[in-house]
């Protein structure tokens, strides 16, 4: 069974901290995404990688970045935390195929005081 | 664009009640379709898929089937269960690793 394991389930941090979200996936999946999560908005696409050392865009990436540098490991980097990016956050990883279904990991619920 | 509608929630229903979540797309093309289900406290697993015209794609009691001349993916169960309760998320990717999915419907079984 594929497993995707985010670093932490529960976070809380002050506006204007740096924020690292850790995702770990260990199936040799090529593509790892980071998306968030909100009521009445469902999942949206923060950006996504294809491959070590490389990243795009998803639809919202304004105040984050990302780091891949492991296949295995995806990190989502919230450079100043803002009180809008109180979210849930969950990482998925999928194989090639396009019709590889995402496997996805618990999230990791993030509150900005 | 492309997009996914499914019905709002919350699904109210008494156990063994039958059940549909309607789900409609648009899209380039002949998409591959997804159900997602996100239990309480946790992220979302593959309910079931279909990847091409008139497939069906079943799994644990539910049904979906791909109708290419209404763009639709319906969801179906024929007596649900009180473990059923979970948010539902329509999807679909065509020609791209990047899965668009519906807001989510939640499903509430007393």
């Known amino acids: 069974d594929v497993k995707v394991t985010q670093s932490s389930r529960y976070l809380v941090k002050r506006t204007g901290e740096k924020v690292f979200l850790e995702c770990v996936q260990d199936m040799d999946h090529e593509n790892m995404f980071w998306y968030r999560q909100d009521p009445g908005l469902g999942l949206r696409l923060i950006y996504f990688?294809?491959?070590?050392?490389?990243?795009e865009k998803g639809d919202i990436p304004e105040g984050y970045s990302v780091s891949r540098e492991k296949k295995e490991r995806f990190s989502l980097i919230l450079e100043s935390a803002s009180t809008n990016q109180t979210s849930m956050y969950l990482c998925?990883?999928?194989?090639?195929?396009?019709?590889?279904?995402?496997?996805f990991g618990n999230g990791t619920r993030l509150t900005v005081t | 664009g492309d997009s996914v509608t499914q019905m709002e929630g919350p699904v109210t229903l008494s156990e063994e009640a039958f059940l549909t979540i309607n789900c409609t797309y648009t899209a380039t093309g002949y998409p591959s379709l997804f159900w997602y289900v996100q239990y309480p406290g946790e992220g979302l697993q593959l309910l079931l898929k279909a990847t091409k015209a008139d497939d069906k794609g079943s799994n644990k009691g539910f049904e979906a089937t791909y109708r290419k001349e209404t763009t639709s993916f319906h969801l179906e169960k024929g007596s649900v269960q009180v473990s059923d309760s979970a948010v539902y998320f329509c999807a679909h990717s065509y020609n791209t690793d990047k899965l668009i999915f519906g807001t989510g419907t939640r499903l509430q079984v007393f």
């Open positions: 990688s294809y491959d070590v050392k490389m990243k």
């Open positions: 998925a990883s999928k194989g090639i195929a396009y019709n590889s279904p995402l496997h």
